[in-house]
């Protein structure tokens, strides 16, 4: 008898411990999340009036051009994303949304967008919203995931790589993170 309640506490004092280490220490957190991360490369080809539209014009600010649109235009787009700089490689997604330009000069907007990949046995979307300039690398919060990147956390990095008339080339490194409790989330 007083084997078996040892056993009992024994077991307790492992669950409860195994609770405490889950929930306060983010140094065992940060160390198995960092067995589950991953980072895609891809490239955004952005063509004006082919991909993306601009579908409200601003009333102020500075002149609509490659780089630029005057404060308070949207523009929305839906663009391929290939595996090299190249827009004739092989297609591995699409990333779609609008942004809104918020600045006077034309070269801050706000942009919210769904980045849909099928790449290296990975299917499924993340979504992005966060500040973003024209002409500089500019890096968006991951807010949400679907399919296989259901609860992931982390952060798109994108950088402008060619700017050639209505074309525009970006560079996207995606920085995905599958923390620790997603193996005990629910699956919708």
Not at 117 to 135: D, E, F, I, K
Request: contains cysteine.
């Amino acid at each position: 008898m007083a084997t078996s309640t040892i056993i009992v506490l024994l077991c307790l004092i492992t669950c409860f411990v195994h609770q405490l280490q889950f929930q306060f220490s983010p140094v065992w957190a940060a160390t198995t999340m960092a067995d589950k991360s991953e980072i895609f490369t891809v490239y955004q080809h952005d063509h004006l009036n082919e991909t993306g539209y601009a579908v409200v014009t601003g009333p102020a600010g500075a002149p609509f051009s490659d780089t630029t649109r005057p404060f308070g235009t949207i523009y929305v787009f839906r663009d391929d994303l290939t595996l090299h700089n190249d827009s004739s490689s092989a297609v591995v997604g699409v990333i779609e949304g609008s942004s809104t330009t918020t600045s006077f000069d034309g070269l801050r907007n706000l942009l919210a967008a769904k980045i849909t990949l099928h790449h290296r046995g990975y299917r499924g979307s993340v979504s992005v919203l966060g500040g973003t300039h024209n002409t500089k690398p500019s890096v968006y919060p991951v807010v949400g995931g679907t399919g296989d990147f259901l609860y992931t956390v982390g952060y798109v990095r994108q950088s402008p790589v060619d700017s050639d008339g209505p074309r525009v080339t970006y560079k996207l490194q995606i920085n995905l993170y599958w923390p620790p409790y997603v193996k005990f989330a629910p699956v919708p």
